[in-house]
């Protein structure tokens, strides 16, 4: 379905690129004009369609979480990890400081 370019005039154009801050040859106004009404009738088409019946979604697909639950469970004992980490400090993993140390 061709667009109606009438409907988008060339001064349209100039405004916009003004307001956008583009210089625009009148070779690509023409062009643009051209094309912004294509991409202004394909919306005026999305806008027209009834979608009163269309459930709102957030996803075009059926999608499940593919996560599992996040449940308690055992783990392991700070401890026995602790013992075999290279070093440690206050019942956590030291490591070596990477921020604010000179090359």
Sequence with gaps: MAADPARL???DVEHVARLARLSLRDDEIATFTEQL????????????????????????????????ADEVRPCLDRAEVLASAPASEDGRFRVPRILGEAP
Excluded: K
């Excluded at 009404?37 to 979480?65: E, G, K, M, R, Y």
């Design 9 to 11: 005039t060339r001064a």
């Design 37 to 68: 009404a294509v991409i202004l009738d394909h919306a005026a088409q999305v806008s027209a369609l009834d979608i009163a019946d269309v459930p709102a979604t957030a996803h075009p697909l059926p999608l499940s979480n593919v996560l599992r």
